[in-house]
Structure formats: structure tokens, C-alpha cells
């Protein structure tokens, strides 16, 4: 979480408009998180920076609303649809960071981040389905809107043997120029130490062709950050 809220505070810094699909907690979550961060997420959302879709209060508005729900009707009417698609969704991406030529002047390139993907496959959404939805997003905001996109997908041991979170998985880090592959330290609990993440820039750094670049650090989590460090450089170990 303060990973993800981490990349909000540096597009906010930025400029950028931000659109965030939040499907595993509410606003008020990631406002706290923002809040010990140094972001103020309402004051982002009332100046029109943010778009923030809350899909723990939308699900239940689609669930208990009466009578059939087209396909495109609502950003999360995948939920009562016989054969989940994501074209609603996309369409809400599409609408929220597309600008004028006036809001282009006013705000940086747009910044999509979504947590999580893996909340989508277990809806029922098929993980071809999930694919789509983020070529399509690609194609919008990395390419045309010349934007960028940050997504989480969970890879814990126990979940690597479903099918579709391994595709999902392995698709996703072909398509992205870097991943982050955060974890807990495999000897179990440190006070000082709360786990390691590894970056892996596909095809070479800085978009220089060649081999992926990878680079590990251990990191430490803080009542207003993370700290990161070298692997054995941590005050425990010296």
C-alpha cells in the first residue's frame, strides 16, 4: 500500500492527473496513507487532479440495484453481467483522463494506477478479459495520452499454482518496461528489516537496449515512509 501511495505522491508533485481504481479498500484508506505521506487526496479530488473509483461502495450501488445493467452502463457492471467483460471499466478510464487542450496546458501526462488485478480474477473476470483491459489502457494512456500506468498483482507462493493469476502474472511483466517484486525476508520477522524489493527494467534502463537491469533493496517501513537500502546495509547487520 504505501508502495502504490508512494507513486501517487510523485505524480501528484508532478502535475499529473491521476486516476485511480481503487478495488480492495476505500478513499478513506488511501487518504489516511496519503495524509502520513504528505498527500492530501480530497484536496487532489476536489481540484480535479484525481479520479479515484471506489469499488468496495460501487460494487454493493451495481449488486443491489434493481432491474438488468448493460455492459457499458457502469464502470463495475461487469459484476452482474453473464460473461464479465471490462469495456465499462475502460470507458471510465478513457472519460476520466482525457483532456482538453486547456487541461493538457494545466496538468502533466495522466497516470493510472490500479489496485488490484488479482481482485478482478477472482470477480470471475476471465484473465483474457483482464488483458484486454489493460492493452486497451495501454493504447490510451501510455501511448496516445503519453501517460504512464501502475498496477498491482499479487504472486505469493500459494497463488502461482492457479492458472490464471500465473498467466495473468507472466503476461503483465512481458508488457512492463519495470516491475517491482516486493516481498518478506525469507527468515521470517526483523524489526529492522520488513522485507526486500526487487526492480527489473526490461530490455536495459532508461530504455537503452540490452539486458534486463535488476537491482535489489531491503527497506523498512515507517509511520511516514519507507526506507529503502542496499541488501547488508541495514544497521542490524553492521
Wanted: hydrophobic share 40%; charged share 20%; net charge negative.
Amino acid at each position: 500500500m504505501t508502495t502504490k501511495c508512494s507513486h501517487a505522491r510523485c505524480a501528484f508533485s508532478a502535475g499529473c492527473r491521476v486516476c485511480v481504481l481503487g478495488l480492495v479498500q476505500s478513499f478513506s484508506h488511501y487518504s489516511a496513507v496519503g495524509q502520513r505521506l504528505g498527500v492530501s487526496l480530497p484536496q487532489a479530488r476536489e481540484k480535479g487532479q484525481l479520479v479515484f473509483l471506489e469499488g468496495l461502495r460501487g460494487s454493493l450501488d451495481v449488486l443491489l440495484q434493481d432491474g438488468p445493467i448493460p455492459d457499458t452502463a457502469q464502470p463495475l457492471g461487469f459484476l452482474r453481467s453473464p460473461v464479465p467483460e471490462l469495456r465499462g471499466l475502460f470507458e471510465f478510464v478513457q472519460s476520466s483522463l482525457s483532456s482538453t487542450e486547456e487541461e493538457v496546458a494545466a496538468w502533466g501526462p495522466p497516470v493510472l494506477i490500479v489496485d488490484d488485478l488479482s481482485v478482478l480474477l477472482s470477480l470471475g473476470v476471465s484473465p483474457g478479459a483482464v488483458l484486454d483491459f489493460m492493452h486497451y489502457c495501454r493504447v490510451a494512456v501510455c501511448s496516445r495520452m503519453q501517460g504512464n500506468m501502475v498496477t498491482l498483482v499479487h504472486n505469493e507462493e500459494e497463488e502461482l499454482g492457479d492458472e490464471d493469476s500465473e498467466l495473468l502474472l507472466r503476461s503483465l511483466t512481458h508488457q512492463s518496461s519495470l516491475t517491482l517484486q516486493v516481498q518478506g525476508l525469507a527468515t521470517g520477522y526483523c524489526r529492522d528489516i520488513h522485507g526486500q524489493m526487487e526492480l527489473r527494467w526490461r530490455g536495459g534502463s532508461q530504455g537503452r537496449p540490452g539486458r534486463d537491469q535488476v537491482k535489489l533493496f531491503q527497506y523498512k517501513v515507517q509511520d511516514k515512509g519507507v526506507s529503502f537500502f542496499a541488501r547488508g546495509t541495514s544497521s542490524a547487520v553492521l
